[in-house]
Nanobody
Framework: QVQVVESGGGFVQAGDSLRLSCAAR???????MGWFRQAPGKEREFVAG?????VYADSVRGRTTVSRDNYLNTVYLQMNNLKPEDTAVYYC?????????????????????WGQGTQVTVSS
């Protein structure tokens, strides 16, 4: 059974850093792994993705890095200088296809596998 499992969320202060992890339990490496987030009352939004390239949402670019350890089959989301508006449930998403188009990264429907989410709360 294919699974992606997030970890690393928590409660932090504005300006702090946090690293989220997503462990993929699959028979082979995913071509693309991405991070989305959903705040209360808002739609799920793209944060960052790693496939044929690295793609970042404007809201996090410059203070966020997505990386991958193929040996561990894990993808990471390093977030620095966190802001209260970063508060959300963060979801890991994965697909065996390798995305190259930016619009593919942004669309939740592009990803076949999803984790259960991990809560990130940033206090001012």
């Amino acid at each position: 059974q294919v699974q992606v499992v997030e970890s690393g969320g928590g409660f932090v202060q504005a300006g702090d850093s946090l690293r989220l992890s997503c462990a993929a339990r699959s028979g082979r490496l995913f071509g693309t792994m991405g991070w989305f987030r959903q705040a209360p009352g808002k739609e799920r939004e793209f944060v960052a993705g790693l496939g044929g390239g690295r793609v970042y949402a404007d809201s996090v670019r410059g203070r966020t890095t997505v990386s991958r350890d193929n040996y561990l089959n894990t993808v990471y989301l390093q977030m620095n200088n966190l802001k209260p508006e970063d508060t959300a449930v963060y979801y890991c998403a994965a697909d065996y296809r390798t995305f190259h188009r930016t619009d593919s990264y942004y669309a939740p429907a592009s990803y076949k596998y999803w984790g259960q989410g991990t809560q990130v709360t940033v206090s001012s």
